[in-house]
């Protein structure tokens, strides 16, 4: 996820780009730059790392102009360097172009553009753009439309040229695009934060739109040019509610990101009609994977649980042996790890120091290793021999949850890759699970509808002091999860269990003053959770259930029943997991805890 910002008026325009984009800077902040137009000429400037390095630079180097474009780099495609940051330029560095997206068909159209000769000279997917629009006329409006035309993939542009000067163009496919409507001055950027201290009145792109913005008018078409008529919606929020897009914590704005977040990680991943997972960044050719004899998953934390849910997907897929380690433990047992083992480390910040020190012991015993990370060039990744990134977007919040989600997909995808090149998985089995993972987002949008619900049963259970959670199979890491979502933000002490464990000693804990919580979908070890259940019940025990609705048999035997919609099993546990983020959320809430920065945690364990 990256901010896209744009100013055309009669004010300097850089002041007001650098304001916008420090307001998006929780939208990705590992590099950023500006570009602006003056009589003619073109200018740009760029930097590595925090906004605060370009402000710096632009100190020292003022830029003037008459309008122009930021942005605000959040890496996918090439490292978060200066000469990867956006703004683009063509080879004649008269046109720029800043985006937000991922073009899944860029390799090709580099090719084709660099046979043209045409100069590259970034890593990125983005700067096919502006070589493509250098080969259109000078109507800057008519190029953008044919290129829209040739992308495949998700993205929102915003283009400049001084072949065709006093207008900036944007265009709108998946990533979000505003318009803002000022007095004599228009802007455009990715999101409210941007430009909300300028004008409260906005134009929202819808998909397959584009907008041609001056100083006085902004007229939208469809990419097929037929013009669109929107009235401004006018925004009541305050700024910073703003960069929360309307919700209450980033969290909880995190929380409802994870269908967008989910199919981003899929993008150009898989395809349904040829029945292939296209993971060539883990960088684990097929004989490769076939020499694996074993998988060593490793993490700390949510990613650890998302470790023990992808060593189902990983045995029951691929059909090799899979097991768990903390990285904190991994690192100091002399591990059995050799050039057989693939050793797969999975972190959400990709700095976490216990993770970073089992990769380095993994290497250092010659193992295979990959990363599974939602930070571009963070130090997991840049030393893992492959890495498959989650797309989730930055992750404000202290408590993951779009970055677990993500890695849920992510290893799914792993798991996916590793049984067709083992052999271990037919072409219907694949066809099956890909499916599963098209429409994984849509069920996590029903699930995300119970929030209201989740809010009321909040108000009863805020004031329990501990909690059980239970689950069974792939659903045992999901009740550790939904514990330590509970517990991270809420302080409330809650343990999650494996639910055939109750007979071994946490039943002895079940009375009126202990909820348990359970994971209770309709798969293969149903009939055990719910005579565990029954157990909990005849213990005057209270039981909120995330079941399947119409489940007669579980609302028996439970107080609350979270109804999900049914899921693929070995997708099941990203859907299920939603409500229980949503429970944790709400009680914390109610209980005044700080939500987004819980007490004693930090977003990355740098240290050990
Ligand atoms: C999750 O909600 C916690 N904030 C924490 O357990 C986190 O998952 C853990 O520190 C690992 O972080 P990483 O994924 O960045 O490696």
Not at 142 to 170: E, H, M, N, Q
Not at 239 to 246: D, L, S, T, V
Not at 406 to 428: N, P
Not at 488 to 495: D, G, L, Q, R
Request: aromatic share 6%.
């Amino acid at each position: 996820m990256c901010g896209i910002v744009g100013y055309i008026g009669p004010k300097a325009p850089v002041p007001i780009l650098m304001e916008g984009l420090k307001r998006l800077e929780y939208r990705g902040y590992d590099s950023s730059g500006i570009a602006t137009v003056e009589d003619g000429r073109l200018r740009t400037e760029r930097a590595a790392g925090k906004i605060l390095n370009l402000e710096e630079k632009l100190r020292l180097k003022p830029l003037s102009g008459s309008y122009g474009l930021g942005h605000t780099r959040w890496a996918t495609h090439g490292r978060p360097t200066e000469e990867n940051a956006h703004p683009h330029v063509d080879c004649t560095g008269r046109i720029v172009v800043v985006h937000n997206g991922i073009i899944e068909n860029y390799s090709e159209l580099k090719r084709e553009l660099a046979a043209r000769g045409h100069v590259f000279r970034t890593e990125t997917d983005t700067e096919v753009v502006a070589h493509l629009l250098e080969g259109e006329g000078d109507d800057l409006e008519a190029a953008v439309r044919a290129v829209c035309g040739r992308l495949t993939g998700i993205f929102a542009l915003a283009a400049a040229s001084v072949r065709d000067p006093d207008k900036i163009v944007v265009a709108r496919m998946g990533p979000p695009l505003v318009v803002g409507l000022g007095e004599g001055e228009n802007f455009v950027a990715s999101d409210i934060p941007a430009i909300l201290h300028h004008t409260r009145n906005v134009i929202f792109l819808d998909d397959r739109e584009m907008a041609v913005v001056t100083r006085d008018s902004a007229a939208i078409t469809t990419f097929g040019g037929a013009p669109v008529v929107k009235a401004p919606t006018r925004i009541t929020w305050d700024p910073i509610q703003a960069e929360k897009a309307g919700f209450k914590h980033f969290m909880q704005k995190e929380i409802f990101e994870q269908p967008r977040a989910i199919r981003d990680t899929l993008v150009g991943r898989i395809s349904l009609d040829t029945g292939r997972v296209h993971l060539e960044e883990l960088n684990l050719p097929s004989a490769d994977a076939r020499a694996v004899e074993r998988v060593v998953l490793v993490a700390c934390g949510t990613s650890w649980h998302a470790a023990l849910c992808g060593r189902y997907m990983i045995e029951s897929l691929a059909r090799v042996h899979a097991e768990v380690d903390y990285g904190s433990e991994f690192r100091y047992r002399d591990p059995m790890v050799d050039a057989k083992t693939l050793c797969v480390f999975i972190s959400q910040s990709g700095e976490t120091a216990d993770t970073l020190a089992a990769l380095r012991e993994a290497k250092a015993k010659g193992a295979r290793t990959a990363a599974v990370c939602n930070v571009v060039g963070s130090m997991i990744t840049r030393e893992a021999d492959g890495t498959v990134y989650t797309h989730a977007g930055p992750e404000i919040g202290v408590a993951s949850t779009k970055a677990f989600t993500t890695q849920l997909v992510a290893l799914h995808l792993i798991a996916l890759h590793l049984g067709r090149c083992r052999g271990a998985l037919a072409a219907e089995e694949t066809a099956v699970q890909l499916h599963a993972l098209q429409h994984l987002g849509g069920l996590v949008e029903e699930a995300l509808a119970l929030e209201s619900q989740i809010e009321e049963v909040s108000r009863h259970y805020m004031r329990y002091e501990d909690f059980l959670y239970l689950g069974r199979g792939i659903h045992y890491p999901i009740a550790l999860e939904g514990a330590l979502k509970l517990k991270e933000i809420s302080y409330i002490h809650a343990e999650g269990y494996p639910s055939g464990e109750m007979k071994h000693g946490p039943i002895a804990l079940i009375d009126e003053d202990l909820p348990v919580v359970a994971l209770a979908p309709r798969d293969a070890v149903y009939d055990k959770i719910v005579s565990n259940l029954e157990e909990v019940k005849a213990r005057d025990g209270k039981v909120i259930a995330v079941a399947h609705a119409g489940d007669d048999r579980i609302r028996k035997v439970s107080d609350v029943v979270l109804e999900v919609p049914p899921c693929e099993p070995l997708l099941a546990p990203v859907v299920n997991v939603i409500p229980l983020q949503l429970l944790a959320y709400h009680i914390a809430v109610k209980r005044g805890c700080d939500v987004d920065q819980p007490r004693n945690l930090a977003k990355s364990v740098t240290v050990e």
